[in-house]
């Protein structure tokens, strides 16, 4: 885990205790943390203070919009460019399994 769970709750201002809520929290981590593996390359500076600040906002955008479906489909700018851009990467990184052909 690059984020701890208290740390993402003190971002997002959660003061609840909710084993769902951090299970959530654990695993937008995660995600952020392949994002930023994809972006900066898997020796990044965890421990850099701007590679948390980048986490809790990757972590942030995706908890805030984590609910959205078709009753809801307004997606903010940032949440998109997360969608684009990781799937971009999975492209490019699955290509190395596939022989080059994205």
Known sequence: MMLTVPEIKEYLHIDFDDPATE?????????AEKYLIGSLGENFPREDPRAKQLALLIVSDLYDNRG????????????????????????????????GNI
């Open 23 to 31: 299970n959530t929290l654990q695993s937008l981590d995660a995600v």
């Open 68 to 99: 959205l479906n078709s009753e809801n489909p307004k997606v903010s700018n940032a949440a998109r460019y997360l969608v684009h851009s990781m799937s971009l990467q999975l492209r490019l990184e699955g290509s190395e399994y596939a022989g």
